[in-house]
């Protein structure tokens, strides 16, 4: 298996690095959390914020217990929500009204499912895909603009993000199989392991000892009178991150 994107749960590193560049002042998180990877990203979490001085208050609840979850948040500087879109929606219409210094969640990044925040979804952060039209130089394969027009060329509509995310597959598998001259799994895996390169969606590098991504980052989204804009990484950005959000 070659590891092409970042795994979801790291997207909240993306959101307290972000922070931590814009914000010294900013000490506590909590984490509120749901579903299978739950202790995954609260691991994940609290490694991120040691890193950047953070201290993490975490809390796991059982899925459709979202609102007597929220309730029960203690107040901090960040607030961090990674649940299903119905749990989160839930969440947000009690956590949305108290003055955090940043706020993020997983689902957020959809523009029909925070319709119905209204105000309360401005300045709100979360984890994005892919941006269509970046022009950020790569060194494997086009441009993210690049392939948005010759794929809208070739079938008439824009690509999406799974078709971005295939494009980029293959240029990796390729790359490998050219680096090491065969097909054969053990021999594509160490090659992809020693690749280190730039494509359409970021950067790409496997940790050569577990073979994870550590390369990709998440992008951070945050909704500015609207819209949502691509604030982290500093490269990526399409705005200036707006803050503290109250």
Not at 85 to 101: F, Q, Y
Request: glycine share 6%.
């Amino acid at each position: 298996m070659v590891n092409i994107a970042a795994a979801t749960s790291t997207w909240p590193r993306g959101v307290l690095s972000l922070v931590r560049a814009n914000d010294r002042r900013a000490r506590k998180v909590v984490l509120l959390a749901s579903g299978d990877n739950a202790v995954e990203i609260i691991s994940l979490t609290r490694a991120a914020a040691a890193a950047q001085a953070f201290e993490v208050t975490s809390h796991v609840f059982p899925p459709g217990r979202a609102t007597l979850a929220a309730s029960r948040l203690p107040p901090c500087d960040i607030l961090i929500v990674h649940a299903a879109p119905d749990d989160e929606l839930a969440a947000a219409n009690i956590l949305l009204r108290r003055p955090w210094r940043a706020a993020a969640f997983s689902t957020a990044v959809s523009a029909q499912a925070t319709a119905s925040l209204g105000d309360l979804r401005e300045r709100l952060l979360a984890p994005g895909s892919w941006l269509p039209e970046s022009t950020r130089a790569t060194s494997t394969g086009p441009t993210a603009r690049e392939f948005t027009a010759d794929y809208t060329e070739l079938h008439g509509v824009a690509p999406t993000e799974t078709a971005a995310w295939a494009y980029v597959s293959g240029l990796i598998l390729g790359r490998a199989i050219r680096f090491c001259g065969g097909i054969q799994d053990t021999s594509v895996l160490a090659a992809a392991r020693g690749i280190d390169t730039t494509t359409l969606l970021g950067r790409f590098r496997l940790d050569e000892a577990t073979g994870l991504q550590v390369g990709h980052q998440i992008p951070i989204v945050q909704w500015q009178d609207g819209i949502s804009h691509t604030v982290w990484p500093r490269d990526a950005a399409r705005a200036t991150f707006a803050h503290p959000r109250l």
